[in-house]
């Protein structure tokens, strides 16, 4: 757990990116082992679309470009300065300014992959997101594409510090335990609550529904009752040892909780109604829950999650 952690964070220079920044900062200055690491990228223009007199000035294009790294190293500089002031360590933040840049997304994953840069963080929206009712286009590429690195979608308005954990009876939750120990737990005054909604029908039946006849369906009710008692056994082991691995960690035990549910209104929105109710601002799950659905990126509890959670800081571990 002692082990050095660094988080990629990208910035369009926009104000909801900066305050997302100063967020994170004011949420992590306590962990002692993490690093941030600064990304904005110049885009590079194209000046055949420019006016005859620019194009025929031989020094116009170098000096624009002169100019956008200048205002870059701005943008650099504004974003350490907020997380200086939220209190995070100078010595912990490192910036990474990217010339010529048409693809963020795409650099930031290639430098987190060459420096094992574990965690991608963006903010919610930027500059060019078209309106704050949608996710901008930039978190929602990460979304598509980081599946072997754990993505923040940060949205700076949270209502507290207090984390919601999605776990299944599946082995992503003890990455997601593993996860929320490592990066949350110096948040000793934070609640932390796990939080199970369990299947209506167990995971690996749903594509028989509908299909069978009576005595098969006999058959397969008694399968799973048993699968039933045996996935339930397995999400209480799961919480019995995140709960131990927060309390070692030094989180007060009347700060972990284990909450289970039915299903309701179904499970994305089951967690999301627990996000309300117990008024956390920071959520954590896995991409993926029991289906692991390679061709899509993310599983779709996570994608619903992802774009309803507006207010939160929704962490997708990988």
Same mark, same amino acid.
Request: with cysteine; hydrophobic share 40%.
């Given at each position: ?40 990228? @110049? *885009? ?8 005859? $007199?620019?194009?025929? #000035?031989?020094?116009?294009?170098? =000096? /624009? ?104 009876? @599946? *082995? ?8 929320? $120990?490592?990066?949350? #737990?110096?948040?000793?005054?934070? =609640? /932390? ?126």
């Amino acid at each position: 757990m002692n082990e050095e952690k660094r988080i990629l964070f990208g910035t369009d220079g926009s104000d909801f990116s900066m305050k997302a920044l100063s967020k994170m900062g004011d949420l992590l200055k306590n962990n002692k082992h993490l690093k941030i690491t600064i990304f904005h990228a @110049a *885009s590079d223009i194209d000046f055949s679309s420019y006016s005859e $007199v620019i194009c025929q #000035s031989s020094d116009a294009e170098e =000096k /624009f470009q002169e100019l956008q790294v200048l205002e870059a190293e701005k943008v650099l500089k504004k974003a350490s300065d907020s997380l200086i002031q939220a209190g995070f360590d100078q010595a912990m933040i490192s910036t990474v300014l990217e010339n010529k840049c048409n693809d963020p997304s795409g650099f930031m994953l290639n430098m987190a992959h060459q420096e094992k840069i574990d965690t991608i963080a963006v903010a919610r929206w930027g500059k060019s997101t078209v309106s704050y009712k949608v996710l901008g286009s930039t978190p929602y590429r990460l979304s598509q594409t980081t599946d072997n690195r754990t993505l923040w979608v940060v949205d700076h308005r949270i209502s507290s510090s207090d984390v919601l954990i999605g776990i299944v009876g @599946a *082995s992503v939750s003890q990455r997601v335990v593993d996860y929320t $120990v490592e990066y949350f #737990s110096h948040l000793k005054d934070s =609640k /932390f609550t796990l939080f199970h909604v369990i299947p209506s029908v167990p995971p690996q039946f749903w594509e028989h529904e509908g299909t069978i006849d009576l005595e098969e369906g006999h058959e397969m009710q008694q399968k799973i009752v048993m699968w039933m008692k045996e996935y339930t056994d397995k999400v209480k082991e799961i919480a019995e040892d995140a709960k131990n691995k927060l309390v070692n960690a030094g989180v007060p035990e009347r700060n972990v909780v284990f909450r289970t549910m039915p299903t309701k209104k179904g499970i994305a929105r089951d967690i999301f109604l627990e996000l309300e109710r117990g008024k956390h601002g920071i959520l954590v799950l896995g991409r993926r829950g029991f289906r692991d659905d390679k061709d899509f990126a993310l599983g779709s509890k996570a994608n619903k999650l992802l774009i309803k959670c507006r207010g939160y800081i929704v962490c997708l571990v990988n």
